[in-house]
């Protein structure tokens, strides 16, 4: 293939970007995301806060402008997300206890009820866990609902939208000796074993020199596999340039063609200049829209 989502489907997966709302007012970057991608994840615009600003009130206008962009350029969609510690409206940070329980499952039901039928894969729970070496969940209020606020969202999201995979999604889970990579992997291995509705795990795959490729990703991605999940690479992006940022990319190519169930790979965002990462490099386009080395070693290894 010529294009990356061209050469990932010759394996059956997709290849994805994140795309922000004010991508749509540029031309040059449209052309780049309609060419090469063929899986959109909103940047934002689909987050807790963005979808429901006022409590009871939804607002799809953001959200719907690239769901509808995508669907009409026949693009899938990954949701993103459901339930999160981060990025929640005022209204729901200061609550807790049985009306926070109650608020997020009213919002999972009501966004995924929404997008029903539109959407790939649903991110149902971003980043439950802390990091570090506890292995914990991470302390936030919907972690002070009760231990069992995320086979909650998942019961609620597969009943909302039946047909929607749903992933539980998470960073620094890319290294098998890790802590919190082991603890996710426990809590995916208890709910296929309860039949707590779980597809996908979403590793979201943000390297930089502090955090860097795991050579042993393959493994990682391999044995969440054998609980019987779909995984995902959902954000990708390395700091870095020139080649050895391109071998990076190469590396997490690799590693999810080795997995049967690494059905797609998405990075977070189309040039450098979009990047969420105030400073640097981590993407396949520079802010002219040019391939990148990164991109022809990504193209490669597909
Ligand atoms: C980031 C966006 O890229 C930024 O624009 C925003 O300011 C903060 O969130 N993990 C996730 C993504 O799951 O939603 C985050 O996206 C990056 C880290």
Redesign the pocket.
Same mark, same amino acid.
């Given at each position: 293939g010529s294009t990356l989502q061209a050469a990932a489907a010759e394996t059956n997966r997709y290849f994805g970007t %994140?795309m922000a709302a004010h991508y749509l007012n540029n031309s040059g970057t449209m052309n780049i995301v309609n060419r090469e991608f063929n899986m959109i994840t909103a940047? $934002?615009e689909m987050?807790m806060d963005a979808m429901q600003p006022n409590r009871g009130q939804f607002n799809w206008s953001s959200g719907d402008r690239i769901v509808n962009w995508a669907r009409q350029n026949g693009k899938q969609v990954r949701g +993103? %997300?459901l339930a999160w510690h981060s *990025?929640q409206p005022g209204w729901m940070q200061n609550m807790s206890g049985s009306t926070l329980r109650t608020a997020m499952l009213e919002h999972v039901t009501g966004v995924a009820t929404y997008y029903r039928g539109k959407i790939h894969s649903w991110d149902v729970v $971003?980043?439950a866990f802390a990091d570090g070496s506890s292995g914990a969940r991470r302390s936030s209020n919907l972690q002070g609902t009760g231990n069992d606020w995320i086979e909650a969202a998942f019961r609620a999201a597969r009943a909302a939208d039946p047909g929607a995979k749903l992933c539980y999604?998470d960073?620094n889970t890319d290294n098998w000796s890790h802590a919190k990579t082991q603890a996710v992997y426990n809590m995916v291995k208890d709910f296929k074993s309860r039949g707590v509705p779980i597809d996908c795990v979403g590793f *979201?795959a +943000?390297f930089n020199s502090g955090n860097p490729v795991p050579s042993n990703y393959h493994t990682t991605l391999g044995n969440f596999a054998a609980l019987g999940v779909d995984v995902q690479i959902t954000?990708l992006d390395i700091e870095g340039s020139g080649n050895s940022q391109g071998e990076q990319y190469r590396g997490i190519v690799q590693a999810c063609l080795s997995v049967a169930r690494c059905t797609g790979i998405t990075v977070?965002g189309v040039k450098d200049s979009d990047s969420?990462r105030a400073s640097g490099t981590p993407l396949l386009f520079d802010g002219n829209g040019n391939k990148k080395a990164a991109y022809n070693y990504t193209l490669d290894a597909l």
């Open positions: %994140a940047e $934002n987050k +993103h %997300a *990025q $971003n980043e999604n960073y *979201q +943000h954000e977070w969420w």
